[in-house]
Structure formats: C-alpha cells, structure tokens
C-alpha cells in the first residue's frame, strides 16, 4: 500500500508541472508584451530594458519559466498590478471563503442526490424514478449564475427572507460561525449545489439499479435479511464511487463558483478573479489559477487514493 | 479463368434468403429514427429547439423591434406591456427583440466549439487509439494536463488572459473541450481497434488509413458524436457564463449571457425582466441535454 501511495504520488508530479506550465503560459498568450504590465507606458526606453534584465524577460521562454517556477514554490505569486500588494495576501482570505462555500455546496448536493439516486434507483420505473431523474437532469442543464438571480428576486426581492449579496453582516469578508454569516452563506450554497445534486443523483441511481440487480441482493433477501440489513449492503457497495463522484465535483465547484460568487458577490477566488479579468491584472489571474488548479490536482489524487484504501475490488496494480 | 458454374440449388436458395433480409431489414438510421419517434421527450425537445432554431434564424422577420435602438422615456417596461410583449431593458431595448437576436450568438457560441472539437478531437483521439504506443503517450498524456483543471476554470482562465471576444472565448471553449472529446474517441478506438474485422482488413492488405476510414470510423463516430451533443448544453452554459463575466460577447451585441448580466442591475426595479434571457439558455441547454439523452438510447451508445 506504501508503495502503491508513493507511485501515485510520483505521477501527479509531472501533471502538477505541465499544469504550472500551462498557468505560466497564460501571461504570454496574453496580448501585449508582458513588460507592459510592469512598467508605466510611459518609463524611457533604458530603465525597460534594465526592468527586462531584472526579471529575466529577456532569457528563453522555458529558462523564464525557471525562474517562475522557483519563485512559485516558495509562494511569491508576484504582485498584484491593481493593488501592488502580493497576490497571495489577496488569495489565501478568498480561497477560505472559496472552500467553505464550495464544502457547503458540495455536502448538500451530495446529500440529495444521495437520497435522491438512491430512492430512484431502488424504485426504478416508478413515478419517484422518473421525478428524480427530471430533477437531475434540470440540476445539470441550468446555468447556476442564472438560478443565483432567481433565488435572489424570490428570497431576497419579493419575500426579504435571505441576503442577496456578501459572505456577512455590513459587507465583512471574514468568516464567522453565527446566524448572520450562516444567512449569507444560504443563498450561494444552495445555487451551486445543484450540479453535484444532478450529477450525484445520476451516479448513485445508475450504481444502485445495478448492485439490486445482483444475485448476492437476492440471496440476501431470501435469507431473511431485513429491509434495512439489505440497504446497509447496498450502502457499502455503493459508497466508493459515490464518493469518488463527490470529491471530484468539490473540485470542480471550487472552479465552477466563480459565476456564483459573482451574482452573491461572496468574497471568494471567483471574485478575485473577476475583478482581476475586469483590470486586466494578469498576475492575479494567473496565481488564482495556479492555487485552484494545484488543489484540483491533489484532490484528484486524494480521491483515487481513498476510492482505492476504501474499494478492495479495485486492484493496487 | 475461375470456373463458372451453374449456382447449385442450396446457393440459390441462399442467394434468395438474402435477398429477403435486404428488402425486410431497414438501415441502422431507420431504426434509430423509429425509436426516436417513440421517444415523447425527445421529441418534444427536439421540436422545441427547432422552432427556437427557426425563430433566431429569422429573427428579422419576426422581430417587432430594433435590438439596438433603445429609448430613455421607456426604460425598464414590466412585461406585457402593450407593444413591448416581454418588457424593456435598462436603455429602453426591447426585451422580446433581443431575446430573438441574442439567440443567434448564444446558440453559436455554444455550437461552435463543440463542432471543432469534435473535428480535431475525433481526429487525435481515433490517431491515438489506433496507432497506439509513443503517439497515444504523446497525446493521452497532453489530454491528462488539460483534464487537470476544472472546465469552467481553464475556459476562464484562457479567455481572461486572451481577453475578451467572441473568438477568443470560441477558442478557449473549444481548448476546454478537445481533450474531452479525445478521451472518449481514443476509448472506443481502443475497443474497436482489435476486432477481428479489422484484423481481417489488415491481414488482406488493407492500409492503416483504409482500415480506419472504412472499419473504425463508421463504428466509433457514432458513439463519439452522441457525446459530443450532451456536451452542446454544458458549452452553451459555460459560453453564456464567459459573457455574463463580461468574457465573451462585447455590448451593445445581443446575448443572453451577457444581457443576463447587463439585467442584473435591474433586479430590484423589475425581477421578472432581469430573469427571462437565462430562462431562455435554460431551456436550451435542457433541451438539448434531453436530446442528447434520447439519441444515445436511439443509438444504443453505452455510457
């Protein structure tokens, strides 16, 4: 198991570098001379070439990216141009807020699609079947910026129940386990958990139609083994891959939020990122990606591992 | 000279047999449009997306308005209001108008990328299934770092550092869905790449592009373009985001992404409005979603 764990470790190596290759290349897709975005437009020629020299602009593409990389894994993720403060100081308050919204979301989607996909694919065929199979398919296909405003107008607009904006109280950024914040976070987490809800639905149906279809369920139940003894089997055979399923859409949530946290204004990485496309500030773009990016490679890894410690049919060849 | 002999009674008979099966068995498509026709959803959502098809192409024609020319004494207009059916935006535009027109761009933005993705991503995946070793490496490997970031991040993360643009957000989306459509054609190469048909093919001299163009393409294209079609919906969610962003789409153009955002200032003055251009891609994307679901039954696609 040791040695399965180390291999694993091993390969995600060279992805997680082709991945801070690609967010490096970002800046230099990026229209413009990159030199642009350090000096005013209006510095006299030498002092550009002297600010070149100095950040190695002037070298091979591949050495620049050296250089970067080297800076990058002592978390200097450069400055911001809008603000000139280090992008990281911006960056680690976001991702919090990022993570608790994208964990919120997660947990309740896979919590109803559980249930839902469950249900469904134990009573297949039935009308219970057909409504939950709708009620996934609507979670995938709606545009969850779009489901954002409408949940606002109904909660926020007509019946003032909810807040429509902010993560609390007076516009504050900071988390806080109290029933302001908790009414912030409602709205936001209940838009975006619809897609782990369809996606999650869909896996968990299609696994437990096939597990009840097997013959050890009905050498269960014809040995007298009650209702709930059977579900419990089920369970067990099922969760591996619900949870798979799971961890990945967090992943993808963290990456994903950023159309919500837009309409909520909730002050995480989709935020950030959106102010930053908005001023064109390409190393705040470029490090926000690079963060979530990195998390999404070590939670993939995280989740093979797991689904292989919990799953004893998955082979640690 | 091979000797032509009169067919033997058996051959005949045989000869006559196949012939029947011919004439009684229809296409493999005659089939799948039977099924289909059977299908209630996807029927419905199939009308549906071709009178929505219809309306945008002859958005013109039908059209009471001019989605350009707004007007500052009618701005804001709740809807039914007479003349303007759906109301009016915050420049006084009417809504039905651009609705019509925004449907242009939004279905194109989500058509689009997945047309070229298909295209190239078949191509390099059917490439790496079939030639196998140092290519698949080459290709799978390039697909794992792509697959590596969320698709909604990395089609942000390129467009933002490209900038905004129609093109530029095409290109992104189609860079977001190329590796995914590689995965799925490299998988069924694979499967099929083995077959003793092909073996067949290659044992009577059959060239390896022969063997591809006549024996695999016809038996993964299938697959591959049913999976394409349900990533039509998710293209058209992330390409209307991309707007919404202010990615994508410039204004004044009309676009349901980007009218959803520009409406989003008018959230308190009238709901109803603000909300109608992403019931519009919602519907869409569900539809084609639905579509998608049903072909691949249709088709008889695993997965």
């Known amino acids: 198991m040791l040695l399965y764990l180390l291999r694993r470790v091993f390969y995600a190596v060279p992805i997680a570098l082709a991945v801070g290759f690609v967010c490096f290349m970002l800046v230099q897709i990026a229209p413009g001379d990159p030199i642009n975005a350090i000096v005013p437009p209006d510095a006299p020629a030498d002092v550009v070439d002297q600010v070149r020299r100095d950040y190695g602009l002037d070298k091979p593409l591949l050495v620049q990216f050296g250089l970067w990389l080297s800076k990058v894994a002592v978390g200097d993720l450069g400055r911001s141009l809008a603000t000139g403060r280090p992008v990281w100081a911006d960056l680690h308050s976001a991702i919090g807020n990022t993570l608790m919204l994208a964990f919120a979301a997660s947990s309740l989607g896979f919590v109803l699609g559980c249930v839902l996909g469950g249900l469904a694919g134990t009573f297949r065929g039935s009308v219970l079947d057909r409504t939950a199979v709708g009620v996934a398919v609507a979670g995938v296909s709606v545009p969850h910026y779009w489901l954002g405003m409408v949940m606002v107008v109904i909660f926020s607009v007509q019946l003032n129940w909810l807040p429509a904006m902010g993560a609390g109280p007076g516009g504050s950024s900071d988390w806080g386990w109290d029933w302001d914040h908790v009414k912030h976070l409602v709205l936001p987490t209940v838009t975006l958990s619809v897609i782990p809800m369809g996606i999650v639905t869909r896996t968990v149906r299609g696994i437990v139609a096939e597990i009840m279809n097997q013959e050890f369920v009905v050498a269960l139940r014809g040995k007298g083994l009650t209702r709930w003894g059977v579900f419990l089997h089920v369970v067990k055979n099922a969760a591996p891959n619900a949870l798979a399923v799971m961890g990945l859409q967090l992943g993808y949530l963290m990456g994903g939020s950023i159309l919500v946290e837009t309409v909520f204004s909730w002050p995480g990485t989709g935020l950030l990122l959106n102010s930053a496309i908005f001023q064109r500030d390409l190393p705040v773009l470029q490090g926000t990606i690079l963060v979530l990016a990195m998390f999404f490679v070590a939670l993939n890894l995280c989740v093979d591992l797991v689904q292989t410690a919990l799953d004893p049919r998955i082979k640690r060849g | ?303």
């Not at chain 2, 091979?2 to 047999?17: R, Y």
């Not at chain 2, 909300?275 to 696609?301: E, H, K, W, Y």
């Open chain 2, 1 to 303: 000279m091979s000797t032509a002999t009169t067919p033997t009674a058996a051959e005949a008979e045989l000869a006559v047999q196949a012939r029947q099966v011919q004439a009684k068995s229809e296409g493999y498509w005659a089939g799948v449009w039977k099924r289909v026709r059977r299908d209630p959803v996807t029927i419905v959502c199939g009308s549906i997306l071709l009178l929505m098809l219809l309306a945008i192409v002859f958005a013109p024609l039908i059209a009471p308005h001019d989605p350009y020319q707004g007007s500052m004494i009618r701005r804001l207009k709740p809807i039914g209001t007479p003349n303007y059916l759906l109301g009016t935006d915050e420049l006084g535009r009417d809504i039905l108008t651009r609705l019509l027109y925004g449907g242009r761009l939004s279905w194109f933005m989500g058509i689009a990328p997945v047309v070229i993705a298909f295209v190239v991503g078949t191509t390099l995946g059917v490439i790496a299934g079939f030639v196998g070793g140092r290519m698949n490496m080459a290709i799978m490997r390039t697909t794992d770092v792509f697959y590596a970031f969320p698709s909604v991040l990395l089609a942000v993360a390129i467009s933002g550092a490209l900038g905004a643009g129609i093109f530029n957000a095409i290109l992104a989306l189609t860079l977001v869905f190329i590796p995914q459509i590689i995965r799925v054609a490299e998988s069924v190469t694979q499967g099929v790449r083995n077959l003793d048909f092909v073996d067949a093919a290659r044992a009577s001299g059959a060239s390896g592009f022969t063997i591809v163009r006549v024996h695999v393409l016809g038996n993964v294209l299938g697959p591959i373009f049913v999976y394409a079609t349900s990533l039509i919906s998710v293209c058209m969610i992330i390409a209307s985001g991309l707007s919404f962003l202010g990615l994508g789409t410039k204004p004044p153009e009309p676009e349901w992404g980007l009218m959803l955002n520009t409406l989003r200032t008018a959230i308190y003055v009238q709901p109803w409005v603000a909300v109608l251009p992403g019931a519009c891609i919602f519907v869409t994307s569900i539809c084609f979603n639905l579509l998608a679901d049903g072909l691949r039954q249709a088709m008889d696609v695993k997965g």
